[in-house]
């Protein structure tokens, strides 16, 4: 990687195909790495924290390398179960809502597939919420 904030590409191609099946949602650059909006709302922002300066991260440092990040919005019955049980799930330190996964070899896409879609319905508005689920998404 060239720098904090890179997002290995191998990611990104896992993320694009997921977050392109969410109506009307959109990527971008965000201030570090990148993020997918719904409006102006994010659904999920990925990056590669800086471990010197966020040392949060430096403990899931692997030789040498810091890990990529995902933060998304949990509804609030389900944050506390992602977040429990630790790797590779963790509560932010903003928002009531949300959340972060690490994210590598050890990812369950499918899984990732779930909390996408939910974190997009809770920043979409209702209608396109229900336009996705009826789509089957």
């Not at 949300?98 to 974190?119: N, Q, R, Y």
Request: net charge neutral.
């Amino acid at each position: 990687m060239s720098g904090p904030g890179d997002v290995p590409p191998e990611i990104l191609e896992r993320l694009r195909p997921i977050c392109r099946t969410l109506p009307e949602t959109y990527e971008e650059p965000a201030w570090i790495g990148i993020r997918w909006r719904i409006r102006t709302r994010t659904v999920a922002h990925v990056y590669t924290p800086d471990p010197s300066r966020q040392p949060f991260y430096a403990r899931y440092t692997v030789d040498g390398e810091p890990p990529t990040v995902m933060t998304f919005r949990a509804p609030a019955g389900e944050l506390l179960g992602l977040t429990a049980g630790g790797f590779p799930f963790f509560r932010a330190a903003w928002g009531s809502n949300v959340a972060g996964v690490l994210l590598g070899d050890h990812t369950d896409w499918a899984e990732i597939t779930e909390i996408l879609t939910e974190s997009y319905a809770e920043m979409a508005p209702k209608f396109l919420v229900a336009r996705q689920r009826a789509m089957g998404r």
